[in-house]
């Protein structure tokens, strides 16, 4: 008996050791914040389906998602740019104030221009123009989304991801109740993307003046704008941003997509319905997403054994991935039933083919993660744009087709995935072994 115990000690002795490792501490933290925020996001829709009308749901999640990618527009690629930058620069306080003060300025200038055409990109949303509340919320909702993307990578970079894990755990909690008692004071759309424009606020105001500085030395937030010690950190950014914009309007554009193909009536419902079974099946997609982040952050401290930390991060992945699709697969209908019969009807289908994209993006992190170790920005740019423009094309043609509409477009979005996946392979094959010469980002910082 003693013998047997033995071994089995060991196993798990040794498995207890990896997980302490800063490796899967990060990539537990960031997928652990993708189970609060698609969780409690389910608990949200689930309770909001029930006191709004579906095609209050789709304005309001149309409008949202817009404004986030309009956030990730805004960052200019900075949170990739400080999780391979931050762990080897000096004055990490001022490195992170100033990718936050450029990040501020360009959110606030994308919210004004989309105000202004608005009427012209979405008429549909015009509506917010007519309320001074929403125009003001509008401005100040792009910019904290803005501000939430370089907060959360920094603290990925410094290999404390449970700072991101409360600041999206306060947002996922806080829009709830707001949600619900908003339906009282402003029925309708407005209620509910004011309870998450607001909730979003309050957790990147709570993340920069409390979470941070307790976690970065001497850390104090505020404005800095100087350029020429972050230059290297920008270079490296801006093909990064390039990549991350495309590929964010693969993945936040659907819904407006939706919107434009099926007019305002129809568009509102089935947007609802598809952007519920993204953010259920994004619950998959944060397991290599996560891992593959917090290998990337590990690579890029010095001394790091890249080959062992990937072997790992891969086994990772897959001892999650695969159970989590066979789940999904099975009780997609159940989920979705909570959600109303609309949901339950429409969006299986949507929500088990999404799933099934989990396998390229799992495929697909292994390879950007190299490409990105590398400095290498280019593979990164081409391959968004073959996704999201698949994804995008694809399904703005398939949505046309009245047998398929958002089943279609999950079809485009699984292709779209995976048509990347060989281009990204033979880049990262025939990548340089050697890591480039640059300057070390943050010297002479103050």
Not at 51 to 61: H, L, M, P, S, T
Not at 86 to 107: G, Q, R, Y
Not at 142 to 163: F, H, M, N, Q
Request: one cysteine or more; aromatic letters at 10%; a positive charge.
């Amino acid at each position: 008996m003693d013998e047997a115990r033995n071994p089995m000690t060991r196993l798990v002795s040794r498995a207890w050791d990896q997980a302490k490792t800063p490796l899967y501490r990060n990539a537990f933290f960031i997928m652990l914040t993708g189970v609060i925020t698609n969780g409690l996001g389910f608990l949200f829709w689930f309770l909001v389906a029930h006191e709004y009308k579906d095609a209050d749901i789709g304005a309001a999640v149309t409008l949202f998602q817009v404004l986030g990618f309009l956030g990730t527009l805004a960052n200019l690629g900075l949170g990739i740019g400080l999780i391979r930058y931050m762990p080897e620069a000096e004055d990490k306080t001022a490195l992170l104030n100033i990718s936050l003060t450029l990040t501020a300025f360009v959110s606030l200038l994308l919210g004004l221009v989309f105000l202004v055409g608005l009427p012209v990109w979405i008429p549909d949303l015009s509506f917010v123009l007519q309320e001074p509340l929403y125009i003001l919320t509008i401005l100040v909702c792009t910019v904290v989304l803005g501000l939430s993307v370089v907060l959360d990578y920094a603290s990925i970079a410094i290999r404390r991801a449970e700072v991101q894990t409360w600041r999206n755990a306060v947002f996922s909690i806080l829009k709830i109740p707001l949600a619900i008692g908003l339906v009282y004071f402003l029925p309708g759309r407005a209620g509910v993307f004011l309870a998450m424009a607001f909730a979003v606020g309050v957790s990147v105001v709570i993340t920069g003046l409390v979470h941070l500085p307790r976690t970065i030395p001497h850390y104090r937030p505020r404005p800095a704008l100087r350029l020429d010690p972050i230059r290297p950190v920008l270079r490296f950014s801006l093909g990064n941003y390039a990549a991350a914009t495309i590929a964010a309007a693969g993945y936040l554009l659907p819904a407006p997509l939706i919107f434009a193909v099926l007019g305002s009536n129809a568009g509102a419902v089935n947007a609802a319905y598809f952007y519920v079974a993204l953010i259920v099946a994004s619950l998959l997609y944060f397991i290599p997403t996560a891992t593959f982040t917090s290998l990337l952050a590990e690579s890029s401290q010095e001394n790091a054994d890249r080959r062992h930390d990937e072997r790992h991060a891969i086994l990772l992945s897959i001892a999650l991935l695969i159970p989590g699709i066979v789940f999904m697969w099975i009780f997609s209908a159940p989920l979705l039933q909570l959600f109303g019969p609309g949901f339950a009807s429409r969006a299986v289908t949507p929500l088990r083919i999404l799933a099934i994209g989990s396998v390229p993006v799992f495929l697909s992190g292994i390879y950007t993660t190299r490409v990105r170790v590398q400095k290498r920005t280019r593979p990164l740019i081409v391959s968004a744009a073959i996704t999201t423009g698949i994804t995008l094309g694809l399904g703005w043609f398939l949505l046309h087709d009245a047998g398929l509409r958002i089943d279609g477009l999950a079809y485009a979005y699984l292709v779209g995935q995976a048509a990347a996946i060989p281009y990204l392979i033979y880049e990262a094959r025939n990548a340089s072994k050697t890591r480039p010469s640059e300057p070390n980002p943050g010297q002479g910082l103050s």
